[in-house]
């Protein structure tokens, strides 16, 4: 059997939930229907928290916060369960009852509240928005066309986006959600005519969004689906002519719950026919508690997968350290993209990197994150000048233009989920496995000058998303292979990826065949000792993963393969029923330890 996430026991994890779920069934005996009567009154008035309540369905969950006297605030249809409000007493006695599963809801954010390092770009302030001048020069001499830095032009070329657009292919007919903090329209902007629907599911809420006091989802979705024309002609977006539907889940600074979360994911699931929603973006990520099947928020989204809607995790701005994809990026059945840059020198493709930001895999359960990666080093996009972000970073802000510069993995899932829509539009029979396998199998992966890998599977996926190969892709079973998400769902069966770590910290991919399982699978690319690499290297096409992704890959936890890490969850503890999220101290956390989403990384 599988021994370990790259982490702790599985035999003594598995040991210590049957022990657990014996002793709370024997437990549960005892519980009376109308227990909440007897309920002491000093407890009963204390400070009660929000859970989020799982059982078999989302009734059985309100009946047992029901009889023990919490409050249900909204169902949560999507993952069987409800959003409720207990007492420390209420939360015991639940705890108790058979067939629940109970989380204290976990505080998560968009952005982090402090300023970034000096912002490369703030030189060029007067430049662009006089627009006087054709070139300026940033802090480290070099040298940079200014109308380039402003409408960030180059990335729909490097991924493709401007060659399909110009041959009609923009997305049209394709609806992308974006939950995120809202979307503010400038006058004048062709957004209002492609939104579809809008909900504001914050504080429990389910009005229309009336803006983005925050920034950051209006700052995604213009990258992913702006309609307006840059200067250069081309469009400023990657699928200019989606249709959107934006889900609002944080609040003014970004702030919000994975109640909230679930609670968006629930909404669009729920919609999903109703309004065409075909792509799913999700920019924010929080880091893992646990393995993924036992995290509610990647339960949500594994549920929207399955529904048949394409979902885009950004895989976190927490690298270059190896392990540190976030949670939704963690699941391993949806596409996570991690980010590039250019450099600052948008046409010469030689010196792009990987962003230092940029997450990197493996998951705690051995699967290879990113899938792919996409650009997202200083990009521009739409902003009102008055929001949050603009305000706690005005050097990056161009109030003229209503633009606005940030870097991170953010950026470069809306990228991909622009691509994704342009390859529905061009094939709406793709199912969510297939546009997944088409993205990998036509990437580009970066190389060095020799014509090696310049960067691991770990590091950048398949590599650079290429648009236009993506859509006359005809590859077809390469990804998801071994996985069963519906088996995952049920709880009867979960999976690991072929990834492992040796006692010297390398990390491999390891050989699946019966014959030789667990030995390190020979080839480029499939080795890592968890360096970052710098230099000069190209995004090319036709290299090893067009041909066939032996590590993407999942395997049963049955399996008789071994890992041999002893790496553990950063937060040394596994979910189990009844256990809270906890802080970086090892302290039960609760909703009063926020974890940070989407960390503010410098322009790069």
Same mark, same amino acid.
């Given at each position: 059997?599988?021994?370990?996430?790259?982490?702790?026991?599985?035999?003594?994890?598995?040991?210590?939930?049957?022990?657990?779920?014996?002793?709370?069934?024997?437990?549960?005996?005892?519980?009376?229907?109308?227990?909440?009567?007897?309920?002491?009154?000093?407890?009963?008035?204390?400070?009660?928290?929000?859970?989020?309540?799982?059982?078999?369905?989302?009734?059985?969950?309100?009946?047992?916060?029901?009889?023990?006297?919490?409050?249900?605030?909204?169902?949560?249809?999507?993952?069987?369960?409800?959003?409720?409000?207990?007492?420390?007493?209420?939360?015991?006695?639940?705890?108790?009852?058979?067939?629940?599963?109970?989380?204290?809801?976990?505080?998560?954010?968009?952005?982090?509240?402090?300023?970034?390092?000096?912002?490369?770009?703030?030189?060029?302030?007067?430049?662009?928005?006089?627009?006087?001048?054709?070139?300026?020069?940033?802090?480290?001499?070099?040298?940079?066309?200014?109308?380039?830095?402003?409408?960030?032009?180059?990335?729909?070329?490097?991924?493709?986006?401007?060659?399909?657009?110009?041959?009609?292919?923009?997305?049209?007919?394709?609806?992308?959600?974006?939950?995120?903090?809202?979307?503010?329209?400038?006058?004048?902007?062709?957004?209002?005519?492609?939104?579809?629907?809008?909900?504001?599911?914050?504080?429990?809420?389910?009005?229309?969004?009336?803006?983005?006091?925050?920034?950051?989802?209006?700052?995604?979705?213009?990258?992913?689906?702006?309609?307006?024309?840059?200067?250069?002609?081309?469009?400023?977006?990657?699928?200019?002519?989606?249709?959107?539907?934006?889900?609002?889940?944080?609040?003014?600074?970004?702030?919000?719950?994975?109640?909230?979360?679930?609670?968006?994911?629930?909404?669009?699931?729920?919609?999903?026919?109703?309004?065409?929603?075909?792509?799913?973006?999700?920019?924010?990520?929080?880091?893992?508690?646990?393995?993924?099947?036992?995290?509610?928020?990647?339960?949500?989204?594994?549920?929207?997968?399955?529904?048949?809607?394409?979902?885009?995790?950004?895989?976190?701005?927490?690298?270059?350290?190896?392990?540190?994809?976030?949670?939704?990026?963690?699941?391993?059945?949806?596409?996570?993209?991690?980010?590039?840059?250019?450099?600052?020198?948008?046409?010469?493709?030689?010196?792009?990197?990987?962003?230092?930001?940029?997450?990197?895999?493996?998951?705690?359960?051995?699967?290879?994150?990113?899938?792919?990666?996409?650009?997202?080093?200083?990009?521009?996009?739409? #902003?009102?000048?008055?929001?949050?972000?603009?305000?706690?970073?005005?050097?990056?802000?161009?109030?003229?233009?209503?633009?606005?510069? #940030?870097?991170?993995?953010?950026?470069?899932?809306?990228?991909?989920?622009?691509?994704?829509?342009?390859?529905?539009?061009?094939?709406?029979?793709?199912?969510?496995?297939?546009?997944?396998?088409?993205?990998?199998?036509?990437?580009?992966?970066?190389?060095?000058?020799?014509?090696?890998?310049?960067?691991?599977?770990?590091?950048?996926?398949?590599?650079?998303?290429?648009?236009?190969?993506?859509?006359?892709?005809?590859?077809?079973?390469?990804?998801?292979?071994?996985?069963?998400?519906?088996?995952?769902?049920?709880?009867?069966?979960?999976?690991?990826?072929?990834?492992?770590?040796?006692?010297?910290?390398?990390?491999?991919? #390891?050989?699946?065949?019966?014959?030789?399982?667990?030995?390190?699978?020979?080839?480029?690319?499939?080795?890592?000792?968890?360096?970052?690499?710098?230099?000069?290297?190209?995004?090319?096409?036709?290299?090893?993963?067009?041909?066939?992704?032996?590590?993407?890959?999942?395997?049963?936890?049955?399996?008789?393969?071994?890992?041999?890490?002893?790496?553990?969850?950063?937060?040394?503890?596994?979910?189990?029923?009844?256990?809270?999220?906890?802080?970086?101290?090892?302290?039960?956390?609760?909703?009063?330890?926020?974890?940070?989403?989407?960390?503010?990384?410098?322009?790069?």
């Amino acid at each position: 059997m599988w021994t370990n996430r790259l982490g702790s026991s599985r035999l003594l994890i598995a040991l210590a939930l049957t022990a657990s779920g014996a002793a709370s069934a024997a437990a549960s005996a005892a519980v009376p229907a109308a227990s909440h009567m007897a309920e002491p009154a000093a407890i009963r008035d204390g400070v009660s928290r929000r859970y989020i309540v799982e059982a078999s369905t989302t009734d059985a969950a309100r009946q047992s916060v029901a009889r023990v006297g919490g409050a249900v605030e909204r169902s949560l249809d999507i993952i069987h369960g409800v959003e409720a409000q207990l007492n420390p007493w209420q939360k015991t006695r639940l705890s108790k009852l058979p067939g629940v599963r109970l989380y204290e809801d976990r505080g998560v954010k968009t952005e982090g509240t402090t300023a970034p390092a000096t912002n490369p770009l703030s030189a060029l302030t007067s430049a662009i928005v006089s627009q006087a001048s054709s070139s300026a020069t940033l802090a480290d001499g070099k040298a940079v066309d200014v109308p380039t830095i402003l409408y960030q032009t180059d990335y729909t070329a490097q991924v493709g986006a401007s060659t399909l657009q110009a041959a009609g292919t923009t997305g049209k007919g394709v609806t992308i959600a974006v939950l995120d903090t809202g979307l503010w329209v400038a006058p004048g902007q062709t957004f209002s005519s492609r939104i579809l629907a809008s909900i504001d599911v914050t504080g429990g809420g389910s009005g229309p969004v009336t803006g983005d006091p925050d920034g950051h989802g209006t700052h995604v979705t213009s990258i992913a689906a702006g309609g307006a024309m840059n200067i250069a002609g081309g469009y400023f977006g990657i699928a200019p002519k989606s249709n959107l539907v934006i889900v609002r889940a944080f609040n003014s600074d970004g702030a919000g719950t994975y109640a909230n979360v679930i609670a968006g994911l629930n909404w669009i699931v729920a919609n999903k026919a109703k309004y065409n929603i075909r792509v799913l973006n999700l920019s924010f990520g929080a880091t893992p508690q646990s393995d993924y099947w036992n995290d509610p928020l990647d339960q949500a989204v594994m549920a929207a997968w399955k529904a048949g809607i394409v979902v885009v995790a950004a895989a976190g701005n927490d690298g270059p350290s190896p392990m540190t994809i976030d949670v939704p990026g963690n699941v391993p059945y949806i596409i996570t993209v991690g980010a590039i840059t250019d450099n600052y020198t948008p046409y010469v493709y030689t010196d792009d990197r990987l962003a230092s930001f940029s997450s990197t895999g493996p998951t705690y359960e051995g699967f290879v994150k990113p899938e792919v990666v996409a650009p997202g080093g200083h990009m521009v996009g739409s #902003m009102q000048s008055t929001s949050y972000l603009a305000n706690i970073d005005p050097g990056s802000m161009n109030p003229t233009e209503s633009l606005f510069t #940030m870097s991170g993995t953010s950026q470069a899932a809306a990228v991909t989920s622009g691509v994704v829509a342009l390859m529905l539009q061009a094939d709406p029979s793709l199912t969510p496995d297939n546009v997944k396998c088409q993205l990998m199998a036509s990437a580009r992966p970066a190389l060095t000058s020799a014509g090696a890998l310049a960067y691991s599977v770990f590091q950048q996926g398949a590599g650079l998303v290429n648009a236009v190969s993506a859509v006359n892709s005809s590859a077809t079973g390469c990804a998801n292979v071994g996985l069963n998400i519906s088996a995952d769902l049920a709880g009867t069966e979960h999976f690991g990826g072929p990834a492992n770590v040796d006692a010297n910290g390398n990390y491999y991919i #390891m050989n699946m065949a019966a014959s030789s399982a667990g030995t390190p699978l020979s080839g480029a690319g499939l080795h890592w000792s968890s360096g970052y690499v710098t230099g000069a290297y190209t995004f090319t096409e036709g290299y090893l993963w067009s041909q066939g992704f032996v590590w993407a890959n999942g395997y049963p936890w049955s399996s008789s393969v071994n890992w041999t890490s002893s790496t553990a969850f950063s937060q040394g503890y596994l979910w189990r029923k009844d256990v809270p999220w906890w802080n970086t101290t090892g302290t039960a956390g609760g909703s009063t330890s926020p974890a940070s989403i989407e960390d503010w990384v410098p322009n790069q």
